[in-house]
C-alpha cells in the first residue's frame, strides 16, 4: 500500500512508472474499511466476513468495481460445476 497526497500525485506516479491505475482509496475509507474489517477480532468468536459481508462493508464504504467483489477472478476448481 502506497499513501499519496492527492489523486494527482498517484496518476503522476503511475505514469512514470508505467503502472496501472488501481482502485483509490481515502483516508477515510481505509480506516472504515479497517475498524469494520478488524474491530471484533479479539473477540472468541471473530471470523472472517463472508463474502456477501464483504460486499456490503465495501458498498458501505463506496468502494465499487471488480476489484473490490471477493469472487472476481476465482476460477472453478471442479470443472463442471
Not at 465495501?58 to 476448481?77: E, I, K, N, Q, T
Request: with cysteine; net charge positive.
Amino acid at each position: 500500500m502506497l499513501f499519496f497526497r492527492s489523486e494527482e500525485r498517484v496518476r503522476d506516479w503511475c505514469r512514470d512508472r508505467k503502472a496501472p491505475v488501481r482502485p483509490i482509496v481515502s483516508m477515510a475509507q481505509l480506516w472504515g474499511l479497517a475498524t469494520h474489517w478488524y474491530g471484533n477480532r479479539l473477540s472468541p468468536d471473530a471470523r472472517r466476513p463472508s463474502a456477501a459481508e464483504m460486499r456490503e462493508i465495501f458498498a458501505s464504504l463506496g468502494l465499487a468495481g471488480s476489484f473490490w467483489d471477493p469472487a472476481a477472478g476465482l476460477v472453478d476448481s471442479q470443472p463442471g460445476r
